[in-house]
């Protein structure tokens, strides 16, 4: 299994402060991704990485923001946290693009009180 | 933005009994994945198909891919407690990142 974790693995926060998750690989993988999972929505993409630096929006980027300044390492930062961001958040990785296998870590539990 | 379409959503079997779980879109893929999440963790691989026919077979776990691409079936035989989870189906069109269907949550009861 690739090495992919998250960190907080829970978080309760209050609505308008800043909060960032972070993910960290060991597997030197070029490609990084954010997920949100709700019931009813299944997995839904927030922002991707191609490398260090590169990142690109999902289906569900509005609210949210990425950093990644270095191959292990994926931020996920909610600027000033909202209701609707009460969520679970999963982070993955890839060796390359679509048809390559993605490692999920174990997911973030968030919950914007 | 392409859909998958997940069926059914809810699926609570005996242990022993056959099922048949589909993903299904009017859009072609390069190529179809499936993977089990189980609860409190991420989702895991469990097969790739790429080609349309692809008939490929995990132990008691066999996965289909339309002739045409649009679709995909995962049929699981005499299924066990330990098949229970949520079964993700996720296409790639080639240009865009992976999309994931709603999924199917399976309950298998002993």
């Known amino acids: 299994d690739a090495g992919i974790t998250q960190s907080p693995r829970h978080k309760v926060t209050e609505t308008g402060t800043p909060v960032t998750l972070r993910c960290h690989q060991t597997e030197n993988h070029r490609y990084m991704y954010w997920y949100r999972q709700d019931p009813g929505h299944g997995l839904r993409l927030i922002h991707y990485s191609y490398g260090v630096k590169d990142t690109d929006k999902g289906e569900v980027s509005d609210g949210y923001s990425v950093s990644r300044s270095k191959t292990e390492d994926f931020l996920l930062t909610l600027e000033s946290a909202t209701s609707s961001q009460t969520s679970v958040y999963f982070c993955a990785s890839a060796p390359g693009a679509s048809i390559e296998t993605q490692y999920f870590g174990p997911g973030t539990r968030l919950l914007v009180l | 933005t392409q859909l998958l379409e997940q069926s059914p959503q809810f699926l609570s079997i005996q242990e022993g009994e056959n099922l048949t779980v589909y993903c299904n879109s009017s859009s072609v893929f390069s190529s179809l994945q499936w993977y089990r999440q189980e609860p409190g963790e991420g989702p895991v691989l469990l097969v790739t198909?790429?080609?349309?026919?692809e008939v490929k077979k995990l132990k008691r776990l066999t996965f289909q891919f339309g002739d045409a691409r649009k679709d995909s079936s995962l049929h699981i035989t005499a299924a066990q407690p330990g098949d229970t989870g949520l079964y993700l189906c996720a296409a790639d069109s080639g240009n865009t990142p992976l999309v994931f269907g709603k999924g199917t949550r399976l309950s298998v009861i002993a």
């Open positions: 198909v790429v080609t349309g026919g």
